[in-house]
């Protein structure tokens, strides 16, 4: 049943959603990495909106690490958070220049040793950026993936993924996580999902 279950999710998914992708908009790694820094309790849509004011003015790591704080904060105080978010991409940006050359580490330990990185965004950045099959687990996938009933209500995001990883075949893993941010994002909502005609009623724990 659940190997059933796993081909018509992605089946529906793919109909749904074929060209899912990272929705931050950026133009290199490090852009990338900082803009997934920012967008902790906030939305894309107010990311990109700041992003494009930082990045204009701070393009890459060794710029960006000589910042003065108090700019940094004025840009990203939109989102909430400001302080610290400014605090800690400021200081990801001079490790990343002490220590790898301005450029970002295909290593899942030296990504979580980061100043404001934790194991969603190290997954988000080695999928993204250098193609490593990874399921990073936000609050969209969190809530499909109980709703689904690939995952329990009491899971926490690290079961959540292990469980994720179990019930897909790997080389799904990476689209996968995009689909499901989209699927959460614009019709499996937190409040007042959009059940009307979805492809995944049958089995999903809210409908039922």
Not at 9 to 35: G, T
Request: net charge positive.
């Amino acid at each position: 049943m659940q190997k059933n279950n796993s081909k018509l999710i992605i089946k529906e998914l793919n109909n749904l959603y074929p060209n899912a992708k990272c929705e931050l908009k950026h133009r290199s790694h490090f852009q990338l990495l900082i803009a997934v820094i920012l967008s902790a309790q906030t939305t894309d849509e107010k990311v990109n909106k700041v992003t494009c004011i930082l990045f204009d003015k701070y393009k890459d790591a060794f710029s960006l690490s000589n910042a003065n704080l108090k700019e940094v904060e004025k840009i990203i105080k939109p989102i909430g958070l400001y302080h610290n978010k400014a605090k800690n991409i400021v200081a990801v940006s001079k490790i990343l220049v002490d220590e790898y050359k301005g450029k970002v580490p295909n290593d899942r330990t030296a990504l979580e040793s980061l100043p404001g990185v934790g194991r969603k965004t190290a997954n988000i950045i080695l999928n993204n950026c250098f193609n490593e099959p990874t399921f990073a687990v936000d609050t969209h996938v969190s809530r499909v993936s109980k709703r689904l009933k690939i995952a329990s209500d009491n899971d926490d995001v690290k079961v959540i993924e292990e469980k994720l990883m179990t019930f897909f075949p790997k080389s799904s893993w990476g689209k996968l996580h995009h689909q499901f941010i989209f699927f959460g994002r614009y019709k499996c909502k937190a409040i007042k999902p959009d059940c009307l005609d979805c492809p995944l009623s049958t089995i999903c724990g809210k409908a039922s």
